[in-house]
């Protein structure tokens, strides 16, 4: 008897904590779990404008929501697990107010994933804004976490207004994924981009599938934006200057390698003995600069064969 009622009493302990999980985790599937990402810190950017460190095992991961005079307009929502703090931040700093839209960067789904929480906490009907090859991408691979695009934009850019504040979407090339739009906010001279230009971080890898030369022009018309704070997908918001550093990275590396290729030397050669001490201040310069060198010997390599 005594035993019964434990089991009994520990079912509905289990019941109860099982009730309460699936209330606030509505989602299980492998979404639920995909990319985890744990919180670090909230940056004000500008009047309304908020942006969000979040980390996973590997690198940090930026993202940033405007408040307007009407509602909030929110930007890569990253992943289920970054998305649930999302929105409580998004409550914490614009208690009561609607969420607008989402806007994706990119077709990445590692910056993407979790819009689907922020339409549980703010409503299924928040649209989704994206370039037009985003939408036809998933459309073509689906992934079930992904929420689809309702607006889509194509090559040419657009132009929405949310209350007091204008986001202009700009497409600037397609180096990276042929779906990334920069949005710029002229009333608070911003702008976010978004992994075809970082702050102070060498580029991933050894910059797979990427177009190295319309990654540089692309980074080249961000300069031309009338805006004094850049904030990123990775690296901490800054200027143009870091927009520029980036460049300067670029280039640099590019040079040292195409040179290291035109003296002869080996892409292992190159990757091994090519150190630009200048940038080693740079995240993940130890893991990744030499699959950058990597990238830019194939670079120099294929130009030289044009
Ligand atoms: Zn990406």
Redesign the pocket.
Known sequence: MMRLNINGALLALLWGISLTAIAEQPFNDRGAVYNPMEFVRTIPTGEGAYTLEFRNEEESYFTNFLVTSEGVIAFDPLSDSAAWVYADLIEKYAPGQPLLAIVYS?L?TD?IAGARVLRHRFGQDVPIIAHERVLKFFQRHQVPFIDLPTKTVSDQGAVFTFGDRTIRLHYLGDA??ASILVPEVPELRMAYV??FASNNVVGWTDLPGIDIDEMLSMQRKTLQLDVDTVSFCHGQPDSLKAVQGQLDYFESVFKASQKAYQDGLSEDQAAERIDLPQYRHFSNYDDWFSGNVRAMYRWAKTKHQD
């Open positions: 990119h990445h910056h990276h994924t978004c992994d």
